[in-house]
Every structure is written in C-alpha cells, then in structure tokens.
C-alpha cells in the first residue's frame, strides 16, 4: 500500500519505518528541514532501540523515503498519517494548531479519495474538527480515522511490530477494510484490532495513559507513606503486584513519572474533563502528586547538608525521562537539576544517550560529565534519576576513590540497601 506519514519524531519515523518493514510504500514528511536532510543521507534523528535498522534495511529496498513537502505526501499515500505534535498549551489542554494546520491544507491539496488517520493523541472531538478542517476546503471523497498510538519510547519498534493491541477509531466501512488490511501483519499472534467509533477511539488512549500515570503515582505515595511508617516499599510492591488483578508492571516508584506524553495527556484529559463539566477528581491529585514527586529528594538532601547546598558540588546519573531514550522532556532530573542550581549547588551530569540534548537546555551552567565515573569526580553526593542498565552495578571501589563523600540519593531504587550500607555509603532511596 502506498502510505505517507506527516511528522517525523518518535511516532512518525517509528510508524514510517515499520510500515515500509511490512512491505508497504512509504513516504514520511516533515517540516524541519534539518531532520529530512538527516533522514536522506541515511541518519536516524532520534535515538530509538533497532530502529536504525530497519530504517537502513527499508530504505536499502526504496520502501522509505523522506521529503519536506506536504504536497508530495498527500500526493504519494492512499493513507496519510498524521504524527504531529500535541503539546501543552497554556491553560493544560492539548494544542491542536499542528493537526488543524495540516488539516487545513489537506483540504485544498488532495485530488482523489484519501484516508486521513489521526495517530497524534487527541482530546475527544478532534476528528470531527479534522473533518471539518479538510472538508472546508475539499470537494473530494475523504475518511478521517482515529488510530492512537501506545508505543513506548525504548521499545517503539519492538511495541509497534508486535502490538498488545490496535485500536481504530471510524465509521466508514471502507477506511477500515483499509486500516484492518494494513495492519494485519502485525496481529498475526492473535492480539486484537479493536474497531470503535472515533470519539471511544480517542478517549481510550487518554484513558490508558492517565491510568497509567494513576498506577504509577499511587505508588508514588504508598513508597512515601513507606518511609513515614517503616515499612519496604519493594516489598509492598511485590507484595500486592502478584495479585494479577493489580499486576507487576507500573508499580515502580520513584522521583515521578516524565516524558512527552504522561504528564500533558494527563493534564489534557483533566482539561477536557472540565470543558465537559466534569472535574476528575483523581486526575488532579496525580497532577499535584507527581509534581512533588519530582524534587522529592530535594528536602532529604538538604537535610544531609544542614541545609545549605551552596557551593557542594552534585553528580547526577540519568537525565533522559526514562532509560534507552535520549528524550528529555518533562524529565524529572531537570527539575532536580533546576532546583539543586536554585540553591547554589554545582552538578556534574551524565546520561549514556541525553547529553547533546542537555547541553542544549543547560549550556555551561552545568558540566557535561564524558562518562558516569567522570561525574563522580569530587563530589559531595551522587543523585540517580534514571535507572539505566549501566548504572546498576558500579565499580564501587571507583566510586569511592573519586568521591568526596560516600552519599547517595538513589530516584529510582537501583541498589540493595543493606549492601550500600555495608559498603559504607549514605544510601537514601525511595520508601525503604
Ligand atoms: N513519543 C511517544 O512515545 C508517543 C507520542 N504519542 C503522540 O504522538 C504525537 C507525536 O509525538 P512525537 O512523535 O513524540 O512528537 P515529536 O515532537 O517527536 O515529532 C513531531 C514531528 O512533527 C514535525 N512537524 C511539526 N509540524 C509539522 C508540519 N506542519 N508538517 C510536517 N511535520 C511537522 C516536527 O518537526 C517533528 O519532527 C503526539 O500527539 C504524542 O502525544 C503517542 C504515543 C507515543
Ligand atoms: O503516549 C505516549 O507517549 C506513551 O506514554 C508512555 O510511554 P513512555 O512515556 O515512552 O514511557 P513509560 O515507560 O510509560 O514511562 C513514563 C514515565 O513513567 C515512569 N515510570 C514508569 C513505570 C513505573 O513503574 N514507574 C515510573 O516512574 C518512567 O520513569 C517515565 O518517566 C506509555 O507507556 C505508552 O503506552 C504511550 O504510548
């Protein structure tokens, strides 16, 4: 099938690439010209797990190809993509001026029958919007389908070759013959395509991400509560994950949820819920939670330093939002970062994949360690934010002969706490 994408990040390339793996013809755009130059000469501008080779390998068999021009696109597809930004806007709810953008010049562009398929998360309603947006300007047959997207940054390509789920949000007979045949190869172990109308479709990947966010941030303040009560969070966890109604997955605490997509959905849905006349009671409380959640281990450091953090010099491991991304929006070590700078500390930072990006959010304000032992250097303290494979298991002895003093403040629970301790460290972690 000839299919085009418009918007080209994590979800665009991702979606791009494993089309064209399926055998279809795909043509991915992008506004930024920077970007598709990368893409031509063979570069993957993002850092995603595998995906380098199936972009190589399809674009080997000329199954994927990359252009600046929205035109060519709408040209080239029966199926246009849309995976273009949603991001925040001022009052919480999602800004649409991407989508209805192109949505707009859709409209005026296309000269024969398309199938528009919104994979951006959109709030409810979105694809009535798009409809209007492309029929205000067309005199042509279209279909606007809604079809979320639950990957996840690290695993993208693995989430999207081999989905839990595929939900398709329409109401046309004939979009969806096309969106089933499309994604049949990627259903093949039996796991469901779920057809629904557009505004359930769009609702559910709302649904799924704050309830998520919600897991995540319960046991957010279980592990908080932990620590008030003496009791294990690790223990807790595995204590009531086993129960399979609860399950295991989602239950890690730590110094709150991050990324592109939990924390603005989560206020996007809250906003909607209040357009609507309906305050989510629940929704609000996770807002506050993981907004503390962040910068809790500001105060126990502080403590350790009589408060007074001027001059003490912090080494940071882990600032991408989550491991095996190089993504740092909404990353708790930011905030981390920001507050510790506020109060006059200095930081030494590394992350295996983040750090051309962190350089560009903080410059020189903070020193860009060359690798994780290198951050240790001199420093009064060691703060994890994120929990990469690498920083696991440490060369202690290393560690301590570059520290300055043997204190640790551990987000996201990476060690055990009795051996820290018998290895002579300071260990502060989350609910334990
Ligand atoms: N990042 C993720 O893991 C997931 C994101 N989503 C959703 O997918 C959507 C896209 O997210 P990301 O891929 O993370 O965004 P992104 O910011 O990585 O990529 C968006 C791309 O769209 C391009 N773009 C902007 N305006 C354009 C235009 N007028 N024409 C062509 N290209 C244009 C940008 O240059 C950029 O390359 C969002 O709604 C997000 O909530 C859904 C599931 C997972
Ligand atoms: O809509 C999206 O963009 C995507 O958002 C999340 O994916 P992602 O943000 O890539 O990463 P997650 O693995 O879900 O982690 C999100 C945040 O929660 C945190 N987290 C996750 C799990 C956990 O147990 N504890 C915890 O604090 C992570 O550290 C990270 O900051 C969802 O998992 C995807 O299904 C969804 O498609």
Redesign the pocket.
């Known amino acids: 099938m000839r299919i085009s994408v418009i918007g080209t990040g994590?979800?665009g390339l991702v979606t791009g690439t494993c089309l064209a793996e399926t055998g279809n013809d795909v043509l991915c755009v992008d506004i930024d010209e920077h970007k598709v130059n990368q893409m031509k000469s063979g570069i993957v501008p993002i850092y995603e797990p595998h995906l380098d080779v199936l972009f190589e390998r399809n674009i080997k068999a000329s199954r994927l190809k990359f252009s600046t021009s929205l035109e060519k696109g709408l040209e080239h597809g029966d199926i246009i993509f849309l995976a273009l930004p949603t991001p925040e806007d001022e009052d919480g709810s999602a800004d649409l001026k991407y989508i209805l953008g192109v949505a707009d010049n859709i409209g005026k562009l296309i000269t024969e029958y398309k199938v528009i398929v919104d994979k951006s998360?959109v709030p409810v309603g979105t694809s009535d919007k798009v409809k209007a947006a492309i029929a205000k300007n067309a005199n042509i047959e279209f279909d606007v389908v809604s079809n979320p997207?639950?990957?996840?940054?690290?695993?993208?390509v693995d989430?999207f070759l081999k989905p839990e789920r595929i939900v398709i949000g329409a109401s046309s007979e004939k979009a969806i013959k096309l969106m089933e045949k499309l994604y049949k190869p990627f259903v093949r172990s039996g796991n469901p395509i779920i057809v629904m109308d557009e505004r359930s479709a769009e609702l559910t990947?709302y649904a799924?991400?704050s309830f998520?966010?919600t897991?995540?941030t319960f046991?957010?303040e279980i592990a908080n509560f932990c620590e008030k009560v003496g009791a294990d969070v690790d223990k807790v966890r595995v204590g009531m994950g086993t129960d399979s109604r609860i399950g295991k997955?989602?239950?890690?605490?730590?110094?709150?949820?991050?990324?592109?997509?939990?924390p603005k959905?989560v206020k996007a849905l809250f906003k909607s819920g209040m357009d609507n006349d309906y305050e989510f009671g629940i929704l609000k409380s996770v807002i506050e939670v993981n907004d503390s959640q962040k910068t809790i281990l500001i105060p126990k450091i502080e403590a350790h330093f009589n408060n007074s953090l001027k001059g003490k010099t912090f080494g940071v491991w882990g600032l991408a939002?989550?491991p095996e991304?190089d993504?740092i929006r909404e990353?708790?070590s930011l905030y981390m970062i920001e507050e510790l700078l506020s109060k006059g500390a200095k930081i030494k930072a590394f992350d295996p994949e983040a750090m051309p990006n962190v350089k560009n959010k903080f410059g020189d304000n903070i020193y860009l360690a060359s690798d994780m032992y290198d951050a240790t250097k001199d420093v009064d303290a060691l703060i994890i934010c994120?929990?990469w494979s690498i920083f696991r298991t440490p060369d202690i002895s290393k560690l301590k002969s570059n520290m300055k003093a043997f204190n640790v403040f551990d987000g996201?629970n990476l060690y055990d706490v009795s051996d820290m301790k018998n290895e002579g460290f300071n260990y502060i972690s989350i609910g334990r």
Not at 149 to 156: K, N, Q, S, T
């Open positions: 994590y979800v998360t997207e639950f990957l996840r940054e690290g695993f993208a989430d990947k799924a991400n998520l966010a897991k995540i046991m957010n997955r989602f239950l890690f605490p730590g110094i709150g949820y991050g990324g592109s997509c939990f959905d939002f989550k991304t993504d990353a708790p994120t929990e996201r």
